[in-house]
């Protein structure tokens, strides 16, 4: 058989090992073996995984026999179980059809027999000839190794607590209150604000009044985003689903989004206690929000080294463009309606148990108005060759009845108003659902979701400020926000991923994915806030540093990816674990400039 495949003698062991030279990361080789006398098989496949899809033809087989048998062998996807139908390739009519899961870099063979020879009884089976790799075994390892990094970083930190050691140390190192007083929307909230923007040193002060958990959320967000953008370890789950649903990769950025609402909450009302003009907070907004623009459209055309950027190709939607025009849209809503909190609020009024609402209600029609908006958009917006109120991937989705409609009107949008050319060109459906068109998931229509998630981090903020010390009445709110959230998108998904109302979509920024995300992020914040701010079990290290420097790791993680140490040539580009330990490598790494920044009072503001 090895000689059929034409496979040469110094292959043969890489074939029949754990890793044939011809597969990539998350595949399988597939031999099948057609005894059939009388007519060719052609095999179709269908992942789990796809939904409302049309089969895909994978390889067809010409005639055999019992005693020499017609093979053939063709890669398949292992992510996720697949649907196998086997046809008789001139009649068309099925054979059989099997579903199995497929492991990877396994060693598969698909046998197509008839019960009876010259009978189309047929019979079909898959035996394992090599079994597939343990894929998740360098995740578990890593694992380990992170643990025991962290048993190391808390056995330190007993140590440091025993008081001649702490004296020593003090001694010799001078040591004294690190925590800083540094203040942006996207970056760290606080009680102080400086007006004075760069990169650059602050001042040692003590902030009592800060709240570490917000830099803690800002930081895990933004570390498991860098992770991701490196790949993940090439895993499926570490990437962006393939249309609707949720893996690790589609939880970041709305929660960074979230954490900066609650940014500009803490913020806004510190300029105002200090008495800044709302015309000088309004100019600000809008110079913060042009920076964020432009420097995101820098960083996603890296194309430097062939020269000038060329409007011709150039993308305009990008993360820290969609972060940009959300701030600025929250930012001057807020300033419009917000007032100064005072310090002490009279707590005996009924009132006051819905002060963090009550005073809002214009900002909340605003808000309503604006989902209206997104509504009637995405399901009565007429797009030419497509169903009205069309929420899916194109392509193969859908049985194939709407390949060029990926992502309905907000896809209809983006190429109508900014072109073809300026949007995203490899959008995540494309692997999966074969999409053909360009679709950016960072888009004009989805940028009205973000302000609404930018909203709700608002919400945050102003709990946070009108029941400042009050652990439990805090904890208590984000509990029932988290809850208010749960039960709308319960409502709006069915509970389910593809059959609701309005499915949970990455991509579309769907209000179902913004609710979703609010829930989670409302609950993860009450848990952080609950461990760092007020039982103090946790200082919030090691993300509390990326998050007080938000702006700059993001930046120079775009700008640097592909260069050493963040990066390096790989010996083997298919094996997770080497893909992994870069990844790993290169997010640690952005941590610990964090870390040294931190100590060394540098950072960058805009």
Request: glycine letters at 8%; charged letters at 15%; a neutral charge.
């Amino acid at each position: 058989m090895l000689l059929i495949l034409g496979v040469s003698g110094a292959a043969v062991d890489d074939l029949l090992g754990k890793k044939p030279l011809h597969l990539k990361i998350d595949e399988a080789l597939l031999v099948v073996e057609n005894e059939l006398p009388s007519t060719d098989a052609t095999i179709y496949w269908l992942s789990d995984h796809c939904y409302q899809c049309q089969y895909q033809a994978l390889v067809t087989v010409p005639v055999g026999l019992p005693e020499k048998p017609s093979p053939n062998s063709a890669a398949v996807p292992s992510q996720h179980p697949l649907t196998l139908q086997i046809n008789a390739t001139y009649e068309n009519n099925e054979l059989c059809r099997l579903h199995h899961s497929f492991g990877e870099f396994g060693n598969y063979t698909l046998k197509i027999k008839s019960f009876h020879n010259n009978t189309m009884e047929v019979t079909c089976e898959i035996i394992v000839n090599n079994k597939p790799i343990n894929s998740q075994l360098p995740i578990l390892i890593a694992f380990f190794v992170y643990l025991g990094l962290l048993a190391v970083w808390c056995l330190g930190y007993i140590l440091v607590g025993i008081e001649p050691i702490r004296k020593c140390l003090h001694n010799k190192m001078n040591m004294g209150d690190t925590e800083r007083l540094i203040n942006s929307e996207l970056g760290s909230p606080n009680r102080v604000e400086s007006m004075s923007q760069g990169l650059h040193s602050v001042p040692l002060n003590i902030s009592t009044n800060r709240l570490r958990s917000l830099d803690t959320f800002r930081g895990l967000s933004l570390t498991i985003m860098v992770f991701v953008n490196y790949g993940g370890g090439k895993y499926w789950f570490f990437k962006h689903e393939s249309w609707n649903g949720l893996t690790l990769a589609d939880l970041v950025f709305p929660w960074f989004v979230f954490i900066m609402g609650t940014s500009i909450s803490l913020s806004l009302n510190s300029l105002l206690q200090k008495g800044c003009s709302k015309g000088s907070l309004l100019r600000k907004i809008i110079w913060r929000s042009f920076q964020l623009f432009i420097i995101g459209v820098l960083i996603i055309n890296p194309n430097y080294c062939l020269g000038p950027l060329s409007w011709n190709n150039v993308r305009i939607p990008g993360v820290l463009q969609r972060l940009g025009f959300t701030y600025l849209v929250v930012s001057s809503l807020e300033l419009l309606f917000v007032k100064a909190v005072p310090e002490s609020i009279e707590r005996e009024s009924i009132k006051f148990h819905f002060q963090d609402v009550l005073p809002y209600w214009p900002q909340w029609i605003l808000v309503i108005v604006l989902e209206i908006i997104w509504l009637c958009l995405t399901f009565l917006l007429p797009v030419p060759g497509c169903p009205q109120g069309y929420l899916g991937p194109g392509g193969i989705g859908d049985f194939g009845m709407y390949p060029n409609c990926t992502g309905g009107a907000a896809g209809y949008i983006d190429r109508t108003v900014l072109g073809e050319e300026h949007i995203y060109q490899h959008p995540s459906p494309n692997v999966m659902y074969q999409t053909t068109v360009p679709y950016d998931p960072e888009g004009i229509l989805g940028t009205i979701n973000s302000v609404v998630m930018a909203f709700f981090g608002l919400q945050a903020g102003k709990v946070l400020l009108y029941y400042k010390g009050q652990h439990k009445q805090i904890m208590v709110r984000f509990l029932i926000w988290s809850a208010v959230m749960g039960v709308i998108s319960a409502i709006l998904t069915k509970c389910s991923q593809n059959e609701g109302f309005i499915p949970v979509n990455k991509n579309l920024w769907s209000f179902s994915y913004v609710t979703t995300l609010s829930c989670f992020a409302f609950l993860l914040l009450l848990i952080i806030y609950y461990l760092v701010d007020v039982r103090r079990l946790w200082t919030g290290a090691p993300f509390f540093y990326p998050g007080m420097n938000s702006i700059l790791v993001y930046v120079g993680h775009e700008i640097l990816e592909n260069y050493f140490p963040f990066s390096w040539k790989m010996e083997n580009s298919q094996s997770h674990a080497e893909h992994l330990t870069q990844n790993l490598l290169a997010t640690s790494l952005w941590v610990f400039i964090a870390y040294v920044l931190y100590k060394r009072n540098i950072f960058w503001k805009i």
